[in-house]
């Protein structure tokens, strides 16, 4: 069954220039246009990634509300920006709002395929068959992290962790104390990303575990090596 992918993006003639390169890769794509219509679609039911536009129309940060109202109903699904906009601030927003990466319209179309190809490996590799057990959970401490069904507790609480989070939170606790660089932390999630945007997945990290545990301070900053998970 082929993927289905939701695009939200008000230039339509872009719109369909994303869809026919989508379904020449064998997607299933809808577009959207702007942000009521993508609410009520996704409402009655979920794809399997959803691509936004920062601005849509005259609703100028539409896809950053779209994406928070997403993240609040599907915490772990897979959310990629595609705008125009290409500040840091808006880059370091839509990461905190819980988007998965942050591409510019700029950006190749082979290289926009790549970065979809790469965070459904990522999903795909998170829901493992039940034929490999020892891969499913993972627990450290107070962390319990089920790979099978995309979940993340502390303490027994649940964190809403992205897809990229939760990988980046596997990677620093399957060795606790071993120090992963910005390098080996894209290579363990299957993904390309810059230092400012691993920083910023880093501190969102943490501020999820700090609203449920004030005195969480597991993920420790190695200075100019990197980061590590540490179970003390």
């Known amino acids: 069954m082929a993927r289905h992918i939701a695009i939200v993006e008000d230039e339509i003639a872009l719109a369909h220039n994303y869809r026919d390169a989508l379904t020449r890769q064998g997607y299933s794509v809808s577009l959207y246009h702007n942000r009521p219509d993508a609410l009520a679609a996704f409402t009655k039911s979920l794809p399997d990634l959803a691509i936004i536009d920062v601005g849509l129309g005259d609703d100028i940060e539409g896809g950053f509300e779209l994406c928070r109202d997403l993240r609040s109903k599907a915490p772990a699904l897979p959310i990629i920006f595609l705008t125009a906009r290409d500040s840091e601030f808006d880059v370091v927003s839509g990461l905190r709002l819980g988007a998965d990466d942050y591409l510019t319209k700029d950006i190749s179309q082979p290289h926009m395929l790549a970065r979809i190809v790469a965070l459904f490996r990522r999903v795909d590799a998170l829901r493992k068959p039940d034929a490999q057990p020892s891969e499913e959970i993972l627990q450290r401490g107070k962390l319990l992290l089920n790979m099978d069904r995309m979940s993340a507790h502390w303490d027994e609480q649940p964190v809403d962790l992205t897809v990229t989070e939760l990988w980046i939170v596997h990677a620093l606790s399957k060795h606790p104390g071993h120090v992963k660089n910005r390098?080996?932390?894209?290579?363990?999630?299957?993904?390309?990303?810059?230092?400012?945007?691993?920083?910023?997945?880093?501190?969102?990290?943490?501020?999820?575990?700090?609203?449920?545990?004030?005195?969480?301070?597991?993920?420790?900053?190695?200075?100019?090596?990197?980061?590590?998970?540490?179970?003390?």
């Open 183 to 232: 390098q080996q932390l894209m290579d363990a999630a299957n993904v390309v990303l810059d230092d400012n945007t691993i920083t910023s997945h880093i501190k969102r990290i943490r501020k999820k575990f700090l609203r449920l545990d004030e005195q969480f301070d597991a993920v420790k900053t190695a200075y100019g090596m990197g980061y590590r998970w540490d179970e003390q």
